[in-house]
């Protein structure tokens, strides 16, 4: 899943002029109807949505992020022993699959088309409601920004770490010594990747300006919320019939 995992991908399109909080409040609203209404109708509805927003968005099918063979061997290893108790199960763990892949889908759309910046302000305002109750929203904001821009960031340190590992495979005597080498690194790796990020938000004026107010919704956003609410809720309606 190497490349543009999490990552923006750049462009001007209309989704990506989009206000990041309309993306996020999209993502909620799709894994919501989700959630309550798991159908068939709702998966198409939702997978249509999709698509078309990839297609907005001109992100290609370059984009993608490529599982590795163990990760399709696992779903095709689930699939068959769901075949074994029959074709209801079959039937749930395909939902299940796609409902799972939907979610997937729609995060990492919105992370094609966001840049990490803009995601704690509009967090922020999103949940300013919640400052008057008392809550450290523009911590929680800072705070799931870092997560977020440190997941590309721990992807591209284990695929070099398997690099290494491959070219000092035969220096490993055991599989205790592997692990230690392998998680001794990942500790080092962890400790020069925080310091550097903390001196990088430091010279920026600290974590304060992290959650700062750079964009506004506008006409667009709205419109494209009632798009994605009117396609869930036609998911809705095709599941009751």
């Not at 995992?5 to 909080?21: D, I, K, M, Q």
């Not at 061997?73 to 029959?86: P, Q, R, S, Y």
């Amino acid at each position: 899943m190497k490349g543009t995992f999490l990552r923006e991908v750049p462009g001007t399109s209309v989704v990506h002029r989009l206000w990041a909080g309309t993306k996020l409040v999209s993502v909620a609203a799709i894994s919501t109807s989700l959630l309550l209404q798991p159908s068939w109708s709702m998966l198409a509805a939702v997978a249509a949505l999709l698509l078309l927003t990839m297609v907005a968005a001109r992100i290609t099918p370059l984009a993608l992020p490529r599982p590795p063979w163990w990760l399709w061997a696992l779903v095709v290893f689930g699939g068959a022993i769901n075949l074994v108790l029959g074709v209801d199960a079959l039937a749930v763990y395909g939902r299940g699959l796609l409902f799972t892949f939907a979610v997937l889908w729609a995060s990492i759309t919105v992370a094609w088309t966001t840049p990490m910046a803009e995601v704690a302000p509009a967090v922020a305002r999103l949940a300013s409601p919640l400052r008057r109750l008392g809550a450290p929203v523009d911590e929680w904001a800072a705070s799931l920004t870092l997560c977020l821009r440190a997941l590309p960031l721990l992807v591209d340190e284990i695929y070099t770490l398997f690099a290494a590992r491959r070219l000092r495979r035969n220096k490993f005597r055991n599989v205790d010594s592997l692990l230690v080498d392998a998680l001794t690194a990942v500790v080092s790796t962890a400790i020069r990747r925080s310091t550097e990020m903390a001196e990088a938000i430091e010279v920026r004026g600290g974590s304060g300006r992290i959650t700062k107010d750079r964009r506004r919704p506008g006409p667009a956003d709205a419109a494209a919320l009632v798009v994605v609410f009117a396609i869930c809720a036609a998911g809705f309606v095709g599941t009751s019939f």
